[in-house]
């Protein structure tokens, strides 16, 4: 299957600095990118759509100026969480798919481990 | 609006037995399923997807889940349990581009 890289893998960093995850499609054209974030034990809730070239959408009560989405090219996508803080640490997981092919599924990353201290 | 219930957040079963997680939907159109694994601190890993065709749908690692159209339903199962098998399963639809995601099933093996 396709693959999507994310990194890092884990970061950890002090509260009231950014931190940046990407996004990666090593070998096809992802067209639309999602964001989720999983606390432990739950499943996965979507924080926002990115599509190349244009806005993200954001889900309802997601702050569209901590959590920063680029979409620039077909293969990355950035999330970078603005000014962290404690209550962001959180597993953040990306997903993309490329909509020009019908019945595909999302390939995820690996997801990225953020604690704030 | 589409959604997806997972009965049963937890599942126990000795090795050797059959597994089944439970998943059913509700979608206003014909769905795309997926059923997904996570191991910890990883990524979500593709087990099987029904998108059209044979209801009975065959995936990795021996799972296997059919979808009825009647029961609104899309069970995952396997008929013998392997201690590798232990991880967090999420049952998912797609209906245009977004995906909606189950609250998840976490397997247990015991051997």
């Known amino acids: ?117 | 609006a589409q959604s997806v219930t997972q009965l049963g957040s937890h599942v126990s079963v000795s090795e050797g037995a059959l597994v089944l997680l439970r998943c059913n939907y509700s979608s206003s159109v014909p769905p795309y399923l997926f059923w997904y694994v996570q191991y910890p601190n990883q990524g979500l890993q593709l087990l099987l997807k029904y998108t059209t065709g044979a209801t009975l749908v065959k995936g990795i690692n021996g799972f296997e889940a059919e979808f009825k159209k009647s029961e609104t339903s899309f069970h995952l199962t396997k008929p013998s349990a392997h201690m590798s098998d232990a991880a967090e399963y999420f049952c998912a639809v797609r209906t245009g581009n977004q995906f909606y995601f189950g609250t998840g099933t976490s397997l247990t093996v015991i051997p």
């Open chain 1, 1 to 117: 299957g396709a693959v999507v890289s994310q990194h890092p893998s884990w970061v950890i960093c002090k509260s009231g600095t950014s931190v940046k995850i990407e996004c990666r499609s090593l070998d096809f054209q992802a067209t639309t990118m999602f964001w989720y974030r999983q606390f432990p034990k739950q499943s996965l809730m979507l924080m926002a759509t990115s599509n190349e070239g244009s806005k993200a959408t954001y889900e309802q009560g997601v702050e569209k100026d901590k959590f920063l989405i680029n979409h620039a090219s077909l293969t990355l996508s950035t999330l970078t969480v603005t000014s962290a803080h404690p209550e962001d640490s959180s597993f953040y997981i990306c997903s993309a798919r490329d909509i020009q092919v019908e019945n595909t599924e999302a390939f995820f990353g690996q997801g990225t481990r953020l604690t704030v201290v």
